[in-house]
């Protein structure tokens, strides 16, 4: 268990919806990072939030966007669905600290847009 | 970050070391090698990182070379369940402790057969 919490762990939806996947990050953890794996397309960065700002940008579509509150949990909405957005999304936490601190992941949550 | 080259797939015999090699030549002075795996869909899992001194815990051993441009991962008895695809990470230090994103290659199919 690597104390990242992702809600739901299974989603099905249909497309054109909207979806809200959640985070809780490690006690104390200030950075969140959310990444996306589909089958064809491996693990890929989407975006870093570090104390409630954006820290980092990586391939997330504009239909795509995520925050982080001040109680450190984040979410990541997806709208718009398209069924190519079917795939695993994970969140992923590393604590303020010295540098080259380790990133943990959760367990992910399957979305299947149908 | 610098790009890693992992060979594809790798077999290894239950109980013998798993050696899995990475190359990493255009690795700056302030960049960590990390390894991650990921056992089939689950959240990928943190073993190991080191910047130029061999490393060991209680997963594995990173041995990086003199020059850093590779390193090779060490599992010293491999089990079945240690069958995942590895990944090879080259990650920045970045200042004020805010960590730097991961970004994942392809990595490396290990099988461990009985």
């Known amino acids: 268990d690597s104390g990242v919490t992702q809600t739901p762990k299974h989603l099905i939806t249909a497309t054109g919806q909207r979806v809200t996947l959640r985070c809780s990050p490690r006690s104390g953890d200030l950075s969140v990072y959310w990444y996306q794996q589909s089958l064809d397309q491996g693990l890929q960065f989407l975006i870093q939030?570090?104390?409630?700002?954006?820290?980092a940008k990586g391939n997330i579509l504009e239909r795509f966007s995520a925050q982080q509150f001040p109680d450190l949990h984040s979410e990541l909405n997806l709208s718009s669905l398209e069924l190519g957005d079917s795939a695993l999304y994970f969140c992923?936490?590393?604590?303020?600290?010295?540098?080259?601190?380790?990133?943990?992941f959760g367990e992910g949550s399957w979305l299947t847009v149908v | 970050d610098a790009k890693t080259t992992q060979p594809p797939s790798m077999d290894c015999a239950e109980g013998r070391a798993a050696n899995l090699p990475c190359n990493h030549s255009?690795?700056?002075?302030?960049?960590?090698v990390y390894w991650y795996r990921q056992i089939h869909s689950q959240g990928p899992q943190y073993i190991i990182h080191g910047l130029k001194n061999n490393e060991t815990n209680e997963m594995a051993s990173l041995i990086i070379t003199e020059d850093r441009k590779s390193s090779t991962l060490i599992l010293p008895h491999a089990t079945l369940r240690d069958t995942a695809v590895y990944y090879c990470i080259v990650r920045s230090r970045e200042i004020y402790n805010q960590g730097g994103k991961l970004i994942f290659g392809q990595g490396t199919e290990l099988s461990v057969k009985p």
């Open positions: 939030y570090y104390n409630g700002e954006e820290r």
């Open positions: 992923a936490s590393s604590p303020q600290g010295a540098t080259g601190n380790t990133i943990y």
């Open positions: 255009t690795i700056s002075g302030n960049e960590y």
